[in-house]
């Protein structure tokens, strides 16, 4: 480890996961804590509980604030584990001098949402720092789910499953992007920020077998498909083709030298199920967002690693991303 | 998004053309009476020839050389000391582009130094270093300034600038380098520290984003001189794959030219506008070290001495070490360099070498022939 942290060990990828294994898992080191799923399951497998910060700046931005994306995020860390978002902590970090009308919209937002989910906010916490303390606004949200299907887990992958996204990738991290350097864009591009619960809980009705789902926040799909290559040891291949990027998420990976799949997302997850269900479970996500898409299948030609393909009938590795990508994108 | 942006890059990645190309380059290469090994001098061709996969389309006879056209790569560790020295000054913001950010100098990368407190901003224009300077009346703003012919006018035009709009607080570090020189370099190996090797380059991929800037005219000397044939070829694809087609066609012709794949934005003489304003400010420094490589005869640019009061190396030359710090022994980057080695042949690339931890020049930023070879994998 360095010396100092770096804002690349905040990226979701390499350095990120190397700072928690070597600092926090080394202390907190306990069975629950280190499935390393998105969320703890806790009480003889009964609930979902998982805990998120939100740092993110611009604190408005196209589709969405920090209130609307405090709830998401730990709300769908719940979700994707198969689990119902009931009671809700939140905690603030206010700097002085911030807007109380502001404060409220953001408070409005975060209410809107907690409705989508279904769940509450039971007990929380507001601090007020000095100028300079911090960045306008911090906020923390922990929450409680009740799960309602068990056994998803990264570890689950097997031969021949196939991998499916709910929709096109990388305009939330793309959205904060263009909000952050002014890059003005004739476009509609806007974040996918929204609660994953719905399209959860249409999965589970349908009855489909769910393997493993994870929402593909900091670090993108190439973090999850990375993270669930290694920790089931399988191959998973990607067909760069079915990935579904918008054109101007497109656009901005172009102009920036970004890849899509490194992006961060906040409504977007991956889904793996076994193959005789990926008919079933793409026309159900389908229902959402018709972007939805079979992106590739699991294998074993190179265990532990993510291949993309190209229609060329080329392929390459698929790596976890790696250093600075873009701090505060939640 | 505009639709015209999107046939900017679509159209280039066509896969029916790319495999169309392939076709075209195995039939061509069967009239092969040798294997040729092909330099793309480039950093940007050796990433689109591997995250495309393109060697697994090529026959066996064609090889590639991963050349030396990477900036940030060939930068020597002393300089990268110099940013880092200049980022630690309490009254300095250091600007320079994203690339810099995780090449480490003997001290640390950038991104340690502003861990440490440094004040490092990463823009994607040089002129962002006006508003900078002028949100930061009491701060000296220092340019850091890398990359080849092409992002070379963009520091011209911020110099001019400063000096029209008489802004006080901006200086510069120019590592600005030159493509023609290494090449002949790469050819000649006249380096009195480095063994002279017999360079296996039969031809150059020509980077055109430099070529847009200098025109194709630069690399005219290859096939005239040194009987090269040279290629001046776009990034997408399927520009690489007709560059590629191009060159294997002057073999099997028995031609030795310099020919422009990139026809839609390079020409002979490329922007002599661009050309002026270079010259204005800068001349040529008579020897520039390369990481991996050495000193190369006129192979990095300076601002002229008439310009002194902007030149951070001259204002801060008290507190910047010249002494040359050499890598470590068990790297093989010169090697790689010229064709030598190819990255896996290296004994610490991917175990004590990695673009995390990167030791070598090639591993450090992404266009780096190992840092492609390790993040791509070479999976034919």
């Keep these: 480890m360095n010396k100092t942290i770096t804002l690349a060990h905040g990226n979701g990828g390499q350095e990120n996961n190397e700072l928690i294994s070597k600092i926090f898992y080394k ?78 919209k953001i408070v409005r937002s975060m209410k809107k949402e907690l409705e989508i989910n279904g769940a509450i906010v039971v007990s929380g916490d507001t601090k007020v720092v000095p100028k300079g303390a911090v960045d306008k606004l ?3 949200t922990t929450g409680i789910g009740e799960i309602e299907y068990s056994g998803i887990s990264a570890s689950n992958l097997k031969d021949d499953m196939s991998i499916l996204v709910n929709r096109d990738i990388g305009s939330h991290g793309a959205t904060i992007f263009s909000a952050r350097e002014g890059i003005e864009l004739e476009s509609d591009l806007k974040t996918d920020c929204t609660s994953l619960y719905p399209q959860v809980k249409a999965l589970i009705d349908s009855g489909i077998e769910i393997i493993a789902m994870r929402d593909a926040t900091r670090g993108g ?46 409504g977007t997850f991956v889904l793996a199920v076994p193959k005789s269900d990926e008919v079933k479970a793409l026309e159900i996500l389908r229902e959402t967002h018709n972007t939805s898409s079979i992106i590739g299948r699991v294998s074993m030609e190179y265990k532990g690693k993510v291949i993309l393909k190209s229609s060329w009938g080329t392929k390459r590795f698929l790596d976890l991303p790696t250093g600075e990508l873009l701090p505060r994108i939640c | 998004m505009n639709p015209e942006l999107k046939n900017l890059y679509d159209n280039f990645r066509d896969a029916d053309t790319i495999k169309a190309y392939a076709k075209v380059i195995s039939n061509d290469a069967k009239g092969l009476n040798r294997d040729i090994n092909i330099m793309e001098v480039c950093g940007g061709h050796t990433h689109t020839i591997m995250k495309y996969g393109l060697l697994q389309l090529l026959p066996n006879n064609i090889n590639f050389i991963h050349g030396p056209g990477c900036p940030v790569c060939i930068m020597p560790k002393e300089r990268i000391d110099h940013a880092y020295i200049l980022a630690m000054q309490s009254d300095v913001i250091l600007v320079t582009l994203g690339d810099m950010i995780k090449v480490p100098s003997s001290r640390g990368s950038l991104q340690q130094a502003r861990a440490e407190g440094a004040d490092v901003r990463f823009v994607y224009s040089p002129l962002d270093c006006i508003k900078i300077a002028k949100d930061n009346p009491n701060k000296k703003i220092i340019f850091f300034a890398i990359g080849f012919e092409t992002t070379t006018p963009m520091s011209a035009v911020l110099i001019e600038q400063v000096i029209k709009l008489q802004i006080p607080n901006i200086l510069f570090h120019i590592n600005h380098v030159t493509v023609p020189e290494v090449m002949r370099e790469l050819i000649d190996s006249r380096d009195i520290h480095i063994d002279s090797y017999n360079n296996k380059i039969d031809a150059f991929l020509g980077p055109s984003h430099v070529s847009v800037i200098a025109g194709s005219k630069i690399y ?6 040194y009987n090269r044939p040279v290629v001046v070829s776009g990034f997408e694809p399927v520009d690489v794959m007709e560059g590629i087609s191009m060159i294997v066609k002057q073999f099997t012709q028995n031609r030795s030219e310099l020919e422009i794949q990139y026809k839609r934005v390079v020409d002979y003489d490329g922007n002599l506008k661009s050309q002026r304003i270079i010259n204005k400010y800068f001349e040529k420094v008579s020897l520039f070290r390369w990481r991996g490589l050495g000193n190369v005869p006129d192979s990095g640019l300076r601002l002229k001495d008439e310009f002194n009061k902007y030149n951070a190396e001259v204002i801060y030359k008290d507190i910047l070490p010249i002494s040359q710090i050499e890598d470590h022994k068990l790297c093989i980057c010169g090697d790689i360099l010229r064709g030598m080695a190819k990255p896996p042949e290296c004994t610490i690339f991917g175990t004590a070498c990695t673009p995390i931890n990167p030791i070598g020049s090639c591993m450090v930023s992404s266009e780096g022939a190992c840092s492609a070879y390790y993040k791509y994998g070479n999976l034919i």
């Design chain 1, 221 to 266: 799909v190439s973090a999850v498909l990375n993270e669930w290559a290694k920790a089931s040891n399988v191959c998973i291949e990607v067909e760069e083709e079915q990935i579904p990027i918008q054109d101007s998420v497109r656009g901005i990976c172009e102009m920036l030298g970004f890849e899509a799949m490194d992006l961060a997302n906040e």
């Design chain 1, 138 to 140: 911090f906020i923390n």
């Design chain 2, 220 to 225: 005219e000397e290859f096939p005239r001189k």
């Design chain 1, 27 to 104: 202390h907190f080191k306990n069975n629950i804590l280190q499935k390393s799923e998105d969320s703890a399951v806790i009480e003889e497998g009964r609930l979902a509980f998982s805990t998120d910060s939100f740092t993110v700046s611009p604190l408005f931005f196209s589709g969405g604030d920090i209130g609307k994306l405090s709830i998401c995020g730990t709300c769908n860390d719940l979700a994707m584990m198969g689990a119902k978002p009931k009671y809700l902590t939140c905690s603030v970090i206010i700097e002085e001098g911030f807007s109380t009308r502001e404060l409220e």
